[in-house]
Nanobody
Framework: QVQLVESGGGLVQAGGSLRLSCAASGRTFSSYAMGWFRQAPGKEREFVAAIWSGDRTYYADSVKGRFTISRDNAKNTVYLQMNSLKPEDTAVYYC?????????????????WGQGTQVTVSS
Protein backbone atom coordinates (compact mmCIF):
# COMPACT_ATOMS: atom_id res chain seq x y z
CA GLN A 1 0.00 0.00 0.00
CA VAL A 2 1.23 3.46 -0.90
CA GLN A 3 -0.02 6.66 0.66
CA LEU A 4 0.41 9.94 -1.17
CA VAL A 5 0.18 13.38 0.41
CA GLU A 6 0.24 16.51 -1.73
CA SER A 7 1.21 19.98 -0.55
CA GLY A 8 2.16 23.35 -1.96
CA GLY A 9 -1.10 24.52 -3.44
CA GLY A 10 -2.45 28.01 -2.91
CA LEU A 11 -3.56 31.26 -4.47
CA VAL A 12 -1.26 32.97 -6.96
CA GLN A 13 -1.60 35.72 -9.54
CA ALA A 14 -1.42 34.98 -13.24
CA GLY A 15 2.20 34.74 -14.33
CA GLY A 16 3.31 33.49 -10.94
CA SER A 17 4.78 30.19 -9.84
CA LEU A 18 4.03 27.39 -7.42
CA ARG A 19 5.77 24.14 -6.60
CA LEU A 20 3.66 21.17 -5.61
CA SER A 21 5.09 18.28 -3.65
CA CYS A 22 3.82 14.74 -3.24
CA ALA A 23 5.30 12.69 -0.42
CA ALA A 24 4.92 8.94 -0.75
CA SER A 25 5.12 6.18 1.81
CA GLY A 26 6.63 2.80 1.01
CA ARG A 27 10.03 1.41 0.16
CA THR A 28 9.44 0.84 -3.54
CA PHE A 29 8.76 4.44 -4.50
CA SER A 30 11.53 4.52 -7.08
CA SER A 31 9.91 1.72 -9.07
CA TYR A 32 6.59 3.54 -9.52
CA ALA A 33 5.65 5.76 -12.38
CA MET A 34 4.28 8.98 -10.90
CA GLY A 35 1.77 11.34 -12.39
CA TRP A 36 0.05 14.63 -11.74
CA PHE A 37 -3.57 15.16 -12.75
CA ARG A 38 -5.93 18.05 -12.18
CA GLN A 39 -9.66 18.58 -12.01
CA ALA A 40 -11.42 21.90 -12.38
CA PRO A 41 -15.03 22.40 -11.21
CA GLY A 42 -17.48 20.80 -13.59
CA LYS A 43 -14.73 19.18 -15.65
CA GLU A 44 -13.22 15.74 -15.88
CA ARG A 45 -9.90 14.90 -14.31
CA GLU A 46 -7.13 15.52 -16.83
CA PHE A 47 -3.54 14.46 -17.17
CA VAL A 48 -0.85 17.04 -16.48
CA ALA A 49 2.55 15.33 -16.32
CA ALA A 50 4.25 12.01 -15.58
CA ILE A 51 7.70 10.71 -14.73
CA TRP A 52 8.97 7.13 -14.82
CA SER A 53 12.12 5.02 -14.90
CA GLY A 54 15.21 6.83 -16.06
CA ASP A 55 13.48 10.11 -15.22
CA ARG A 56 11.64 10.06 -18.47
CA THR A 57 8.85 12.62 -18.56
CA TYR A 58 5.77 13.45 -20.51
CA TYR A 59 3.52 16.50 -20.41
CA ALA A 60 0.11 17.58 -21.53
CA ASP A 61 0.32 20.08 -24.37
CA SER A 62 -1.43 22.69 -22.23
CA VAL A 63 1.45 22.79 -19.71
CA LYS A 64 4.45 21.92 -21.87
CA GLY A 65 7.20 24.49 -21.44
CA ARG A 66 5.63 25.90 -18.26
CA PHE A 67 5.50 22.93 -15.87
CA THR A 68 8.31 20.59 -14.84
CA ILE A 69 7.90 17.25 -13.09
CA SER A 70 10.77 15.79 -11.09
CA ARG A 71 11.37 13.26 -8.35
CA ASP A 72 13.73 12.69 -5.46
CA ASN A 73 13.76 8.98 -4.73
CA ALA A 74 15.83 9.47 -1.56
CA LYS A 75 12.99 11.59 -0.18
CA ASN A 76 10.16 9.55 -1.72
CA THR A 77 8.85 12.76 -3.21
CA VAL A 78 7.70 13.92 -6.62
CA TYR A 79 7.42 17.60 -7.51
CA LEU A 80 5.54 19.72 -10.00
CA GLN A 81 7.13 23.10 -10.64
CA MET A 82 4.51 25.36 -12.23
CA ASN A 83 5.63 28.59 -13.87
CA SER A 84 3.79 31.21 -15.91
CA LEU A 85 0.53 30.16 -14.34
CA LYS A 86 -2.73 31.03 -16.06
CA PRO A 87 -6.28 31.30 -14.67
CA GLU A 88 -7.15 28.16 -16.65
CA ASP A 89 -4.65 26.23 -14.52
CA THR A 90 -7.01 26.64 -11.57
CA ALA A 91 -7.95 23.17 -10.32
CA VAL A 92 -7.43 20.59 -7.64
CA TYR A 93 -4.14 18.87 -8.39
CA TYR A 94 -3.72 15.19 -7.63
CA CYS A 95 -0.63 13.06 -7.37
CA UNK A 96 -0.87 9.41 -8.45
CA UNK A 97 1.34 6.32 -8.44
CA UNK A 98 1.38 3.52 -10.97
CA UNK A 99 2.76 0.11 -9.99
CA UNK A 100 3.01 -1.42 -13.42
CA UNK A 101 3.98 0.74 -16.34
CA UNK A 102 0.88 1.60 -18.30
CA UNK A 103 -0.43 4.48 -20.35
CA UNK A 104 0.72 7.35 -18.16
CA UNK A 105 -1.90 9.77 -19.46
CA UNK A 106 -4.86 7.62 -18.39
CA UNK A 107 -6.10 8.00 -14.81
CA UNK A 108 -7.43 4.42 -14.66
CA UNK A 109 -3.90 3.01 -15.00
CA UNK A 110 -2.85 4.51 -11.65
CA UNK A 111 -3.21 2.50 -8.46
CA UNK A 112 -2.84 5.09 -5.71
CA TRP A 113 -4.02 8.67 -5.37
CA GLY A 114 -3.48 11.54 -3.01
CA GLN A 115 -6.23 13.70 -1.58
CA GLY A 116 -5.45 16.66 -3.82
CA THR A 117 -4.30 20.22 -3.30
CA GLN A 118 -6.09 23.34 -4.54
CA VAL A 119 -4.36 25.68 -6.96
CA THR A 120 -6.11 28.95 -7.73
CA VAL A 121 -4.73 31.42 -10.26
CA SER A 122 -6.25 34.88 -10.25
CA SER A 123 -6.31 37.11 -13.32
Amino acid sequence: QVQLVESGGGLVQAGGSLRLSCAASGRTFSSYAMGWFRQAPGKEREFVAAIWSGDRTYYADSVKGRFTISRDNAKNTVYLQMNSLKPEDTAVYYCAAQRLMGVVTKAYTYDYWGQGTQVTVSS
